[in-house]
């Protein structure tokens, strides 16, 4: 699984981490929740897809943890 590091989200783009949520299947699950953590930290606007697969997300994980 794809990983964005922690000492380097800062530098991220926002465009790769709106990828990370949108291709979140790909990602490390702390990566997704960090990079949508990132994105509200920088104050950016979250679009409906994004939203909706962050819905996909956390569905999915509360799947997998039960």
Do not use: H
């Not at 465009?15 to 990602?27: D, H, P, S």
């Not at 679009?47 to 819905?55: D, F, L």
């Amino acid at each position: 699984m794809k990983t964005i590091e922690m000492d380097s989200i800062e530098q991220t783009d926002n465009l790769v981490l709106r990828l990370a949520i949108f291709f979140w299947k790909e990602y490390n699950p702390d990566t997704v929740l960090i990079a949508y953590a990132e994105l509200e930290k920088r104050g950016c606007p979250i679009s409906k897809s994004i939203y909706e697969k962050m819905t996909e997300f956390r569905e999915n994980q509360l799947l997998m943890n039960n």
